[in-house]
């Protein structure tokens, strides 16, 4: 028997502003609830119980303007605990008189045993940055019309819409994982846009654009890495003397032991490497832990070797990267450059667990994308698969849980009603002869509970795997399934 359990989100009326609430997002290690309002402002409330009263004194106002925003956890080894992970909220968005655009950076921080936001100290040693401590960042890329952040762990994208690029950046602590407040930041690629995008999505050690007619894929493995810079480490290698010509009064190491100036002495000076091969292996060996999407080791900053950011085209199949349609001949059009305008495009993408996405399209259809390999460390593949189900899906929430076989997810059709989903983790089979089976599997889904709201849905966030918050017209509301 499944339960149901609801409440109103009461939250405090000496700073709730008067203004709209448009949309909402949640932090799930933090339980951080982040209110975005009608004139850009955001407010956020960490340490957030929906069933209970939350506290008036770890509230964080940011004011405006906000184009886009999103969390980010830094993490400095992997599957880190929760204590000795860090929360920081990016806010992207115009400054004011200027074109450039400008990256505020909040960090939850413990203050007399309250958590609470507060300014970050970003510094980034790399061209193109102007870092302040007052004002935050700012990044020499045209806000144009509107910019779109994606933040997962260690990672986070920006996408100028104007500019048709995309910047890839790793961040990570300085000093204290715990108590520090001073964050590092670098930029390690930018990806030129030739093709509409939809929709941008960093989980899983993927970067994933929606598009039209499906999605691609970039693995971040090779984005974070980059390339390297090689310079030359004197402090490594050793000088040997070789005495070609003695004039007779020379020692055998080459120096003259006679005190006679015009001394006829030849020596040939050769640099002897140490074993390294000129390979700078600390770095390298930060890299890989960046492309694992975690960058706590101090190599990163040695000075023998500098991060060289990458550039590519969105089109480019370099390093893994493919593009997955959601029909044979989605793809098809895809590729031919036909007429986009009625073209199906990916408007939202999920991580359901470590290797499968739920992705949204434009006419209300849901799909399961598969990734998989035919061995460990092997090329990466990808299957698309149609979800059946009855309703036009205009939202989706999803948590993601790779602890379970069956994966719990929440859909709206934007006007009154709200349905708890489930589809089973099958995993891919490489064998034909059990493919198609595999794939009748996948297609089914299975109605775990409905809830119908009186109040116009506006926006739809997962809490758990099994609860969600639903913003209605100025109200909020939690719902949880057992």
């Known amino acids: 028997m499944v339960l149901m359990q609801a409440c109103k989100l009461n939250l405090p009326h000496s700073l709730r502003s008067s203004l709209e609430v448009n949309s909402l997002l949640f932090e799930h290690s933090s339980n951080t609830l982040a209110l975005m309002h009608s004139d850009s402002s955001i407010l956020l409330f960490p340490s957030l119980s929906p069933f209970s009263s939350p506290s008036t004194q770890s509230q964080t106002l940011i004011p405006p303007f906000s184009s886009s925003s999103c969390f980010l956890r830094l993490q400095s080894t992997p599957n880190s605990s929760s204590s000795n992970t860090r929360v920081i909220f990016l ?51 045209s806000h144009g019309i509107s910019v779109k952040l994606a933040g997962s762990v260690n990672v986070f994208a920006m996408h100028s819409i104007s500019a048709r690029k995309i910047w890839v950046f790793a961040a990570k602590m300085i000093g204290d994982e715990v108590d520090s407040v001073s964050v590092k930041l670098m930029k390690c690629a930018v990806i030129d846009c030739t093709i509409p995008i939809c929709s941008i999505t960093v989980s899983s050690g ?9 999605v691609r894929i970039f693995p971040l493995r090779h984005i974070i890495k980059g390339k390297m810079k090689k310079q030359r480490d004197y402090a490594r290698k050793k000088e040997k003397k070789t005495v070609l010509q003695n004039c007779g009064a020379c020692l055998e190491n080459g120096e003259c032991g006679s005190s006679d100036k015009n001394c006829k002495s030849v020596v040939k000076l050769q640099s002897v490497d140490n074993g390294l091969g000129g390979k700078n292996i600390a770095f390298k060996e930060s890299a890989e832990s960046l492309s694992n999407g975690y960058t706590g080791k101090p190599e990163v900053n040695n000075p023998a070797a500098k991060h060289k950011t990458l550039k590519m085209k969105q089109e480019s199949s370099a390093g893994g990267t493919f593009f997955v349609g959601f029909t044979n001949q989605a793809a098809q ?3 031919s450059n036909m007429n986009q305008l009625f073209s199906v495009k990916a408007v939202s993408i999920h991580s359901l667990s470590q290797k499968k ?31 059946s189900h009855i309703i036009k899906v205009q939202m989706l929430a999803v948590h993601p849980d790779i602890y379970t076989r069956t994966q719990t997810f929440w859909v709206s059709d934007g006007v009154h009603s709200v349905h708890a989903m489930s589809v089973s983790d099958v995993e891919v089979s490489l064998n034909e002869n059990e493919k198609s089976e595999n794939e009748e599997k996948q297609l089914q889904i299975s109605a775990i509970e409905a809830v119908f709201a009186s109040e116009r849905i506006q926006d739809l966030i997962p809490l758990s795997t099994n609860a969600i918050l639903m913003l209605g017209q100025g109200n909020i509301y939690a719902y949880a399934i057992s």
Request: glycine residues 10%.
């Open 91 to 141: 806010v992207a968005g115009p400054r004011h008189g200027d074109s450039r655009v400008l990256l505020r950076f909040w960090i939850l921080h413990k203050t007399n045993n309250i958590n609470m936001f507060v300014k970050a100290k970003v510094s980034c040693n790399q061209k193109g940055f102007v870092c302040d401590d007052r004002v935050g960042v700012l990044v020499d890329l």
């Open 206 to 214: 993927f970067f994933i654009l929606g598009e039209c007619n499906g």
């Open 333 to 335: 059009n895809q590729k």
């Open 357 to 387: 996405f739920l992705i949204l399209d434009s006419v209300g259809e849901l799909h399961l994308l598969d990734l998989y390999s035919m061995s460990p460390g092997s090329e990466i593949f990808g299957q698309m698969r149609r979800l």
